[in-house]
């Protein structure tokens, strides 16, 4: 009898495990056929990088010290010439239509002064842009929610026409599936690109690169318990993938680690890299790090 319930509990996990594997193949099988409809129209930032990004959305930001600090990191070590003020607006749990973007761009308000490493506060030049580009996320599942994607549409719109008002470029970050939810990485690469496209502007394929990591090396965590918010893996990669399509930068190599082993770190590097040139099927050099030109 013992032998029986022992089986029948094999089953039952190798049935679980078979269910989720069949998941994360559909997963793998998306991201590798992207079909025309689903295609970014833009594929660059453009020949000159942002030197002042807006990180505008939710808690998936902060997490692990905020998205912000990894991106400079990356940038002061892999591209020392690119002056950079990466500036988190952030709310846990927000969508959207929570953010008040045209205040965001008020003169005299945010970006007037940063405080630096040494912990000294630096006024910034009143007159450069307070933001080059603003890169906006929606709330978790809000893109695909039934009762707020179509918000999402709406201040996709809406907050692009306010950053271009103020001669700065929309940029949109696609979010990544739950931990236990990876089929929900189609519908949100869908959302994210058809609002990009609709609003003629470029997108951050994070989603896919969690979706390709997530399948390539399951062992490796990028979640917080919560199976929703990253890990400082998942940080680390959203920051590289960033990285690779904000700046047009190649990260493989950088010695910054954020605190990971540098075997995890590389990992996700390549995962970034690889992600970005395959969603943008570009064949294009991407600018290489300080390692990789010496």
Known sequence: EQNQINIITVNVRIIKLMNQLKKF???????????????PLITSYGDIPPKSVAFIGSSLFYYNNGISNLISSMVKEGIPNQKLRATMLTIGGSGLDWH??????????????????????????????????????????????????????????KHSETVRKHGATPVFFMTWAYQDKPEMTASLSQAYIQA??????LVIPAGLAF??????????????????HPSLAGSYLAAATVYTTLFNANPIGLKFTGGL??????????????????FFNQQKNFVANTLNLK
Request: glycine share 2%; aromatic share 12%; net charge negative.
């Open 261 to 278: 082993s540098p075997e995890v770190a590389l990992h996700l590097q390549k995962i970034a890299f690889e992600t970005t040139k395959e």
């Open 196 to 201: 990009s496209n609709e609003n003629n502007a």
């Open 25 to 39: 193949l559909l997963v793998f099988l998306f991201i590798f056929n992207v079909q025309a409809e689903d295609k």
């Open 211 to 228: 979706a390709k990591s997530s399948t390539l090396r399951p062992d490796l965590n990028l979640y917080a318990p919560d199976h929703r």
């Open 100 to 157: 008040d973007v045209e205040s965001y761009f008020r003169p005299n308000g945010v970006g007037t002064y940063s405080i630096t490493q040494r912990n000294e506060v630096v006024f910034n030049d009143p007159n450069e842009k307070i933001f080059e580009a603003a890169v906006m996320m929606d709330c978790s599942q809000c893109p695909i929610h039934p009762q707020l994607k179509s918000i999402f549409f709406e201040y996709a719109k």
